[in-house]
């Protein structure tokens, strides 16, 4: 398969974290339909939302400005795409977002949340050699401490044998995350 014939999906643009178990589950939930209004489930796998929203990144602004502090959500994360979670799969399309949305000096970074697959051998790779492919061929200087854009790859399990590799190409400050008190308004 070429570049041009990764399977691509929207079938969800959010991933929200929460407490574990199905009652924070449920809290988190009714937080983010009282903040957002309806938002179509895909599904919740493990402390996990995956959710569909007309606008991700809008939605993030809005959770990071009225979460309260002893909400069940812990982290919410606008996606772009999501393929299957195969290296060579997500860097062509890591690629293909970042020539969209960076210019020739914009500085980025890679942050990989789960493992991807070498797609021709089947074999599990290590989070440095997969993060070395998805670099590989982008022609733009690294910022690991303060870049501009970070290509964030969220790998999730939907099933034990379904899983996505969830993209999201974006400034840092785009994720909210109650651990590092970042609030997500920065787009």
Do not use: Q, W
Not at 118 to 123: C, K, S
């Amino acid at each position: 398969m070429g570049a041009e014939e990764v399977p691509r999906y929207r079938l969800f643009n959010l991933i929200v974290a929460h407490e574990p178990g199905y009652y924070s589950m449920r809290r988190a939930l009714r937080e983010i339909e009282s903040i957002l209004g309806r938002a179509r489930v895909f599904d919740a796998p493990r402390s996990l939302l995956l959710l569909k929203v007309s606008d991700p990144y809008d939605a993030v602004r809005r959770i990071a400005r009225e979460v309260t502090e002893d909400s069940a959500i812990l982290r919410a994360i606008p996606i772009d795409l999501e393929v299957p979670p195969y290296v060579d799969y997500v860097a062509s399309t890591a690629k293909e977002l970042l020539s969209a949305k960076a210019d020739r000096s914009t500085r980025f970074a890679i942050r990989l949340e789960g493992r991807l697959y070498d797609r021709e051998t089947g074999r599990l790779l290590h989070k440095r050699d997969a993060i070395e492919i998805i670099a590989d061929g982008i022609e733009l200087p690294v910022d690991l401490d303060n870049p501009d854009l970070l290509v964030l790859v969220k790998v999730v399990r939907v099933h034990r044998s379904l899983g996505y590799a969830a993209i999201m190409v974006a400034p840092p400050c785009a994720v909210y995350s109650r651990a590092h008190h970042s609030r997500g308004v920065c787009i």
